[in-house]
């Protein structure tokens, strides 16, 4: 059984640029999760993806955007960066909907300079 | 709104000592709540949860957790922490959205 994995671990961007994040979700997990974590700070829910539709966002902008693929695996975009956007980006996947039982990658450190 | 609270940023404990580590939050109604792991450079890992039952919940790495509606509580314990226990530890409430506090970075004293 193969984990959750994120690409790339770590990335610079400039302020303005658009960055694609990629994580494929464990073996057999249909609902897939990303979170900002900035330093210092707990994960901030961004949104959920349940077989391919959004099933849940929080209070991010409209530049952050997602889409999930019918393999599962999952993409977060984030277009017009901001310097506020440096974080660590997690995904996490789960066997269920809506039981907080995630599955976590190791993120995707993103730079924004 | 919901929202977690850890008090402690930082706690130091030797090891082999007892540990505590507090959660406090606000949620609506009956609430899914859960204690995560962060090592260095590692994504989150689940330790334990609570949907309902018995308030005393065991988790992995021989921890356990005690939920307490009365005071909003759901603290971390551990009888004997070890050196590999160092990491930073979240609290988290929710069910299709996980609100997370702050996080606790617990160090190990040898």
């Known amino acids: 059984e193969t984990g959750v994995t994120q690409s790339p671990t770590h990335l610079i961007k400039t302020r303005g640029q658009q960055v694609t994040l990629r994580c494929s979700s464990q073996s057999g997990h249909n609902t897939v999760s990303w979170y900002q974590q900035a330093l210092g700070q707990g994960p901030q829910f961004i949104f959920q993806?349940?077989?391919?539709?959004?099933?849940g966002r929080g209070n991010f902008p409209p530049r952050f955007s997602g889409l999930q693929f019918p393999n599962y695996s999952s993409e977060l975009n984030v277009n017009a960066l901001e310097l506020d956007d440096s974080a660590l980006y997690l995904c996490a996947s789960s066997l269920e909907l809506n039981t907080g039982e995630l599955f976590f990658g190791e993120g995707s450190r993103l730079t924004v300079l | 709104a919901q929202s977690v609270t850890q008090p402690d940023i930082h706690i130091t404990v030797s090891e082999g000592a007892s540990l505590e580590l507090r959660c406090n939050y606000s949620?609506?109604?009956?609430?899914?709540l859960f204690w995560y792991v962060q090592s260095p450079g590692q994504g989150l890992q689940l330790l334990l949860k609570y949907f309902s039952g018995d308030t005393l919940v065991q988790g992995i790495k021989g921890f356990e957790a005690e939920f307490k509606r009365s005071q909003s509580s759901f603290n971390l314990r551990k009888p004997s922490v070890h050196w590999s226990d160092a990491a930073e530890y979240f609290c988290?409430?929710?069910?299709?959205?996980?609100?997370f506090g702050a996080g606790t970075i617990l160090r190990v004293k040898s």
């Open positions: 949620y609506g109604a009956t609430p899914y």
């Open positions: 993806y349940y077989r391919e539709e959004e099933n």
């Open positions: 988290a409430v929710g069910a299709l959205k996980l609100v």
